[in-house]
T-cell receptor
């Protein structure tokens, strides 16, 4: 199994600023995913990050607001841009290994925008 | 499109009692099925998964689940719960024909009463 280190674990940010969340995997993963989880709710997929190509965004999420980088098979970042209080949420990164039969998760980033 | 229904948003149960958390999915095509657990302020951890083979799957922490293709269900069970099982439980489905993207249920909060 893979271990994903996600940071920061939490942050309080001013509206209008940007925050970059990083995920480092201890082994190569074929696909990485970024999710948003509102308190007490399920996971909503933001985008799928593939190495060497642009991320694929789900409906309701755009690259200008949530730019993603995936420079190699063990690292990805998600930036939450021009934040507003509505962006307050938990952000989770996930990766799947060879065969894509299991997803591994980072510990999450709890973001509060004030 | 695939969908996942977790029929109970909360399940209260006394300590040492058995518990069943219900999960139904929409499609009859071959899928992979997962249960994840999320402890407070943490990321998601895989409890168990069904890929193929035996319909009874055993996972960590004494949990097991049974895949029922005719009823498109994958209910999670534990014969005797402990206070440490207090957490949110998520059922997810992965369709190998759709790039293994996970479709998530809404989650069930397991509340253990002493």
């Amino acid at each position: 199994s893979a271990v994903i280190s996600q940071k920061p674990s939490r942050d309080i940010c001013q509206r209008g600023t940007s925050l970059t969340i990083q995920c480092q995997v201890d082994s190569q993963v074929t696909m990485m995913f970024w999710y948003r989880q509102q308190p007490g709710q399920s996971l909503t997929l933001i985008a799928t990050a593939n190495q060497g190509s642009e991320a694929t965004y789900e409906s309701g999420f755009v690259i200008d607001k949530f730019p993603i980088s995936r420079p190699n098979l063990t690292f990805s970042t998600l930036t939450v841009s021009n934040m507003s209080p509505e962006d307050s949420s938990i952000y989770l990164c996930s990766g799947t290994g060879m065969g894509n039969t299991e997803a591994f998760f980072g510990q999450g980033t709890r973001l509060t925008v004030v | 499109a695939q969908s996942v229904t977790q029929l109970d948003s909360q399940v209260p149960v006394f300590e040492e009692a058995p518990v069943e958390l219900r999960c139904n999915y929409s499609s009859s095509v071959s899928v992979y099925l997962f249960w994840y657990v999320q402890y407070p302020n943490q990321g998601l951890q895989l409890l168990l998964k069904y890929l193929s083979g035996s319909t009874l799957v055993k996972g960590i922490n004494g949990f097991e689940a049974e895949f029922n293709k005719s009823q498109t269900s994958f209910h999670l069970r534990k014969p005797s719960v402990h206070i440490s099982d207090t957490a949110e439980y998520f059922c997810a489905v992965s369709d190998p024909g759709s790039n293994y993207q996970l479709i998530w249920g809404a989650g069930t909060k397991l509340i253990i009463k002493p």
